[in-house]
């Protein structure tokens, strides 16, 4: 509403020049403060002289009729902008205020801001033929009700009706005069609200009585029974409270109508006036006819049990409102006071001294004397302050304070809310004075959060909240310095500074986190990922009704269970009926919310269900899931999903039953073929299924028999094609592109149910019928009821699939509708044909193409915004005319469209506005037209010289050619004019200058000559042709000065061959052409369409500018004449390499006007003292100012560059990937079809290479998305550029994406050594020109090191070295100035001076220390003793003992952080390791920093098994303290264990453990905190500086966390106080610990502790583990098995699992006994146990089985240091896993 009208007074301020917009502001839509928009801001009126007729102005100014009064004394609030109108006098006649005599200046403050009531024409609104709150719309127009058409009528529609009637919003909208027809005239059609608006009127419609309707089609709404004031919800009856208070407002759930709010004033709490809340304001009820069964339905109303009297003559006093009802007429039965029958709302012949009134009952039965009558004396003592507290002890036994007390709390503060956020969270709001107000933030802390949270039912508060961290609040601040003990019942029993007394603005409402009352779910009936949905509330587990139960609801139970998504929600007990109570019904989650008592709900344990009625989920599962990939929706390769990844199955023995299975899997009724070899081209991942053997009763694939090996290639990839079940669809009831939605399933034509029915599930059906989209979906058998069976129901599409079956639904025929209920579509589009009749190519008679003919547009509010529409969706840019009166003569078909009213944006004709098709009151004399903007006005001369050549017009972003049908000089004076020149001296023919390769544009061009574009001639239209390019047409137009032309007037063989001579061709060049520049040509090489190395043509050749003086002027000239509208960047140093033509500029000093190059001063062509390693290069901005070449050099002055001379290479790396060339601005795809080694070779050459390494096919870089430009590419190898090469032409072609070529270049420097040093580290050599070379170090940093080691295989570099620290090499100095980013795959592809380019010696070779074994630990042992393990290759493996001695053990020990080795172990001493054995024969000299730096086999290089797997025992003490034996005494471990010696211990024995390994969260909770790393002995933190979830994600997988929720900033959890260890940490996410990560170094920051970063990680079970800062990893008698979590119970109890290897595995009963259980209680943080489980009691885990026959003696301080049978041995399956319980104190 708000648009429509600002395009109201936007056209008034077009027709009155300076008139000011005009609002009403601080009320409602037709009333509020009158402020005018001038000078960009809203200002107000002073109220000096204002009246009715002033406000008749504005009022009618905004649309209204009148004024119903003018109001004065900021009656409506004080504005807040400047006062921009005083004085204001009218005579009434004014059309608007800006006309009325006024002053623009002024002596007013806002308090006399005026403003105005404006008459609603339709202000009066009712129900009829239905309810208290559903029926018949009705308005009141002329005197008398009406009704109002369905025609486009809507949920929005019916949203605005209710609220006009009180209601909250609308539940439906209702069509076909759902509740009777009327009588009256039908006052409103076509009715469109935004929703926004206050009244019926204020929506857009057809005009008052102006309709084409009959009361058949009379519009209803059903409104909520709600009302939209917010009253108490308080639990308490109203019948226990003897005084008067909060208590007076009641509401009904589930029933009631427009008159729910009722209340008694003027009396007591159980007697005094009736009043009822209607139309926003509270109104009395009349006593005509009024009893004792009216008096009883009131009290009832309010709560309680019966009415004692019904008075009359106003006894408790006189109202002041509206009288709202008389003549009521209850039987007493009724629930609420408007179910009686009355006269009528607002329809009455009384004054108020008539007012009604009751008394209610209020005491309780057993109370009341058995004559049913509350006695005087009875009252007396009722009320009583000696009786009043017993009363209250009897009646309210929880309530323990004083009556003073007791009272101010049930009457004043008692209802309290939280909102602005969720269901446990958001702003606190009180309930007072009847409206919600907040509370101050002044003093806000936990004690009081608490009070809250448990007056609202939650136990405890999580947090409490200040600065309005849930939005501000709009009503009154009532209670500021709130001070709780945390005791209190309730808020208002608190100290604060007292009601509505406070200092403090919105800013600083408090609010409150409360503990969730469900967070605890399960499902059960089902398996590890599905089953009913079960909640624990009151000490039991209860189920969820299913009413409403949606996908949205899913996947909060699932996402609260740890799964990522929902794969169903299912309903009707599917997974059997629960026995516990029913806890929530009617759920509605929006699916964003964290747990499932934060969705909408009716209340726990509310609800109207039976166990019949239980929700259960699928949630998607850890195990493996399964897809279909490059095919269609139900056709594609299978891949299921493994370990973190899609993988594909292999085709040995792939049949029909498999296919079967995978098809039912995915929700299809069968297969209809099973695929093999790669059909639907081949996967990438791992093969994860081979050998699949399914009988075709599984149902899944993974339960048929399998073998989890393979011996398969991609190329046997198993695909499907599954049955659609609803592959047909139709429309009916309806026309071409709109109708009901039938589907046919068993044999007939059915129906969809419009339950959830929305645009999204639309654009499926139009799709699947072959529509673009779709531009609306109908709900309520719009198009009629249906017949059929009713197959679909709560469908639910997410826009991407195919058909409609494949979206989420109830089920096939599995529905709760009528077919009342049948969905419906309007698909796009059915009016996109369009053209122009009896005029010229852009000119002529609107016609659409409508019922197989075409037909015209009648010119009834025909305008320019509709011409637009046309002309765009013909392709033109825009329109220039809008015509009537058939002015390109009348039309002859049928009459399509009438009143169209285009907003301008829409695509097509048929998405405006109009009458409806074929509906008109029109004759073809008003049959509409256009002129458009011309859409050829872009013409060149191709394939000739600068004045003759080809004709092309530019046509939908390419060029195209013109055929020489009827083409003469005619039509080539037209052309020639169009490009400049005086005239033509030939029109030429049969592709005289070549044939073209773009689209034929035009055909029987037919000029006369005097047209001033092509487009304005008559031709057979855009593209319709019957032509080839050997008839594309040419000219020669007229270039020459009249002097130089012969006397015949035409150009002489003689003068061509003179013209066109080398000796003369400079001077006629300056003569003929003065504006053709000599250097007017320029590319840019090396780089993208808008970025490279600046180049232009010399001499026949491409040559460089040196980038001496270069800069934003010099290049800001260049991108101008290529076309762009600026530059971004001038480039130097030969960012896009180095050019190999003749360098022909320098020093150029643009200043930054010039139209070319050439034009700028610089030294002279050729002129220069530069080497390529200086080329100049450009980024421009990357949208061209024109689509079209703007140089003036004909295109015979070129070389013979092709069209496609852009090539790169995507979806890989630096040189490969996916073949791409650049056409028709943009870039496609090749074709794999004949594509060899040859091909490719001349791609990669083109791109700078030497030769190709492979050449790839089926799309192995992934499918690309833009069109296919070449295939059958046949290249001889010898083409400079692909285009060059034979091919099927362009964009000509019978491939799919999945055929996308690629190829593999050659890379210049793919060869690279270490030498100089050892396996992982030396100076680094390159290979070119046949030799080995050097590396500068110029530059050389840790980024380049990294290339260098992963391009040797090693996984990263630990140091980047310089100064020739492995000797000085001997060869060329290759690279120099070497700058990677670190991704790159070889050092040649990172930024560099050129080769050979370098201003070093050998003394300056850069070397490098690559990574071998990113981490080594000790297996099997204790803290300093075990079996040597190394990570290799993303896993652990062990060293074989061959050779194995103390020098070897002394490097691992060093390693690891201690002083040396005590021993070295062979034979296993600490068990068989499982994984590689990744080094044999090692065999070190004793001070090499780590074990891969020794002499070994190489890696994975053995004759071992693990029974030789060595071990090391690592000094643990200060050497002072070792006794002279150099062992360890039992003494000494004694010593060592102290608590007294620890802490030095640590600090002495372990200053570099691992580096960074070692990580904690300080200063916050178990799984949030600042992060803090352990180096050099004590513990530091990491800078903020580029700190992102990445890197916190890092931080968090270190400390055992699957994942991040947040990374902190800015010290959040409080500044610490050690060193800072690390700054501008950079991660990728993937590194195992925080030292891996790309960062400045250690110790190396610019940083302060205010900028420490912090974590929040997933809060997972593994939260419950100690939070100690002293990591277990330090701790020399802590064990493997230090995190501990109990699982599938609470917070105290489950199942026990460990985490080992790099999972969690569970502990078998074997033995298990409550001594153990005190271990793992005690382990976790709590006293001890209170029971040890066995047989699985909290569920079978799923892992490994870490621990068997453990026997402790209960004083361990971890569960590994107990006895056991082994890590992994055991002989238990998992119903032996045990269990625990653990005391809470």
Known sequence: ???????????????????????????????????????????????????????????????????????????????????????????????????????????????????????????????????????????????????????????????????QLGFESALESKSSAFYGQGSGTIVLDDVDCTGDEDSLDQCRHNGLEEHNCVHYEDAGVVCSNTPNTLLPTTDTPSSLLPTTGVWNNVRLAGGGGVLNNVRLAGGGGNYGRVEVYYNEQWGTVCDDGWDLNDAHVVCRQLGFESALEGNSNAMYGLGSGPIVLDDVDCTGDEHSLDQCRHNGLEEHNCVHYEDAGVVCSNTPSTLLPTTGYITEELTTLLLSTSYFTEALTTLLPSTKVPIRLWRWRVDILNTVRLAGGGGNYGRVEVYYKGQWGTVCDDLWDSDDANVVCRQLGFEFALEGNRNALYGQGSGPIVLDDVECTGDEDSLDQCRHNGLEEHNCGHHEDAGVVCQNILNTVRLAGGGGNYGRVEVYYKGQWGTVCDDWWDSDDANVVCRQLGFEFALEGNRYALYGQGSGPIVLDDVECTGDEDSLDQCRHNGLEEHNCGHHEDAGVVCQSNAKEIRLAGGAGNTGRVEVYHNGQWGTVCDDGWGIEEADVVCRQLGFESASWSRTKAHYGQGTGPILLDDVVCDGSETSLTQCSHSDTDNCQHTEDAGVDCYSVLNNVRLAGGGGNYGRVEVYYNGQWGTVCDDGWDLIDANVVCRQLGFDSALESKSSAFYGQGSGTIVLDDVDCTGDEDSLDQCGHAGLEEHNCGHHEDAGVVCQSVLNNVRLAGGGGNYGRVEVYYNGQWGTVC?????????????????????????????????????????????????????????????????????????????????????????????????????????DDLWDSDDANVVCRQLGFEFALEGNRDALYGQGSGPIVLDDV?????????????????????????????????????????????????????????????????????????????????????????????????????????????????????????????????????????????????????????????????????????????????????????????????????????????????????????????????????????????????????????????????????????????????????????????????????????????????????????????????????????????????????????????????????????????????????????DEHSLDQCRHAGLEEDNCDHFEDAGVVCRVFDNVRLAGGGGNYGRVEVHYNGQWGTVCDDGWDLNDAHVICRQLGFEFALEGNSNALYGQGSGPIVLDNVNCMGDEDSLDQCRHNGLEEHNCVHYEDAGVVCSNTPSTLLPTTGYITEELTTLLLSTSYFTEALTTLLPSTNILNTVRLAGGGGNYGRVEVYYKGQWGTVCDDLWDSDDANVVCRQLGFEFALEGNRNALYGQGSGPIVLDDVECTGGEDSLDQCRHNGLEEHNCRHHEDAGVVCQNTPNTLLPTTDTPSSLLPTTGVLNNVRLAGGGANYGRVEVYYNGQWGTVCDDGWDVTDANVVCRQLGFDSAKEGNSYALYGQGSGPIVLDDVDCTGDEDFLDQCGHAGLENHDCGHHEDAGVVCTVL
């Open 1006 to 1382: 037919e000029c006369t000559g005097d047209e001033d574009s092509l487009d304005q001639c008559r031709h057979n239209g855009l593209e319709e042709h019957n032509c080839g390019h050997y008839e594309d047409a040419g000219v020669v137009c007229s270039n020459t000065p009249s002097t130089l032309l012969p006397t015949t007037g035409y150009i002489t063989e003689e003068l061509t061959t003179l013209l066109l001579s080398t000796s003369y061709s400079t001077e006629a060049l300056t003569t003929l052409l003065p504006s053709t520049n000599i250097l007017n040509t320029v590319r840019l090489a090396g780089g993208g369409g808008n970025y490279g190395r600046v180049e232009v043509y010399y001499k026949g050749q491409w040559g460089t500018v040196c980038d001496d003086l270069w800069d934003s002027d010099d290049a800001n000239v260049v991108c101008r004449q290529l076309g762009f509208e600026f530059a971004l960047e001038g480039n130097r140093n030969a960012l896009y390499g180095q050019g190999s033509g003749p360098i022909v500029l320098d020093d150029v000093e643009c200043t930054g006007d010039e139209d070319s190059l050439d034009q700028c001063r610089h030294n002279g062509l050729e002129e220069h003292n530069c080497r390529h390693h200086e080329d100049a290069g450009v980024v421009c901005q990357n949208t061209p100012n024109t689509l079209l070449p703007t140089t003036d050099t004909p295109s015979s002055l070129l070389p013979t560059t092709g069209v496609l001379n852009n090539v790169r290479l995507a979806g890989g790396g630096g040189n490969y990937g996916r073949v791409e060339v650049y056409y028709n601005g943009q870039w496609g795809t090749v074709c794999d079809d004949g594509w060899d080694l040859i091909d490719a070779n001349v791609v990669c050459r083109q791109l700078g290479f030497d030769s190709a390494l492979e050449y790839n096919s089926n799309a192995l870089y992934g499918q690309g998305s833009g069109p296919i430009m070449l295939d059958d590419v046949d290249c001889t190898g010898d083409e400079d550029s692909l285009d060059q090469c034979g091919h099927a032409g362009l964009e000509e072609h019978n491939c799919g994406h999945h055929e996308d070529a690629g190829v593999v270049c050659n890379s210049v420097l793919n060869n690279v050594r270490l030498a100089g040093g050892g396996g992982n580290y030396g100076r680094v050599e390159v290979y070119y020109n046949e030799q080995w070379g050097t590396v500068c170090d110029d530059g050389w940093d840790l980024n380049d090191a990294h290339v260098v080691c992963r391009q040797l295989g090693f996984e990263s570099a630990l140091e980047g070295n310089s100064n020739a620290m492995y000797g000085l090499g001997s060869g060329p100095i290759v690279l120099d100035d070497v700058d990677c980013t670190g």
């Open 1 to 163: 509403m708000q648009l429509w009208w600002l395009l109201v007074v936007a056209c008034s301020v077009l027709i009155s020049g300076n008139a000011k917009l005009i609002r009403l502001a601080g009320g409602a839509g037709n009333t509020g403060r009158v402020e005018v928009y001038h000078n960009g801001q809203w200002g107000t009126v002073c109220d000096d002289g204002w009246g009715l007729e002033e406000a008749n102005v504005v009022c009618r100014q905004l649309g209204f009729e009148s004024a119903s009064w003018s109001r004065t004394m900021a009656h409506y609030g004080q504005g807040t902008g400047p006062i921009l109108l005083d004085d204001v006098v009218c005579d009434g006649s004014e059309t608007f205020l800006t006309q009325c005599s006024h002053s623009d200046t002024h002596d007013c403050q806002h308090t006399e801001d005026a403003g105005v009531d404006c008459y609603s024409v339709l202000n009066n609104v009712r129900l009829a033929g239905g309810g208290g709150n559903y029926g018949r719309v009705e308005v009141y127009y002329n005197g008398q009700w009406g009704t109002v058409c369905d025609d486009g009528w809507d949920l929005i529609d019916a949203n605005v009706v209710c609220r």
């Open 859 to 963: 010119d009834d509010g025909w305008d320019l915004i509709d011409a637009n529409v046309v002309c765009r969706q013909l392709g033109f840019d825009s329109a220039l005319e809008y015509n009537s009166n058939a002015l390109y003569d009348q039309g002859s078909g049928p009459i399509v469209l009438d009143d169209v009213d285009c907003t301008g944006d829409e695509d097509s004709l048929d998405q405006c506005g109009h009458a409806g098709l074929e509906k008109h009151n029109c004759g073809h004399h008003e049959d509409a037209g256009v002129v458009c903007n011309s859409v050829l006005n872009n013409v060149r001369l191709a394939g000739g010289g600068g004045h003759y050549g080809r004709v092309e017009v530019y046509y939908k972003g390419q060029w195209g050619t013109v055929c």
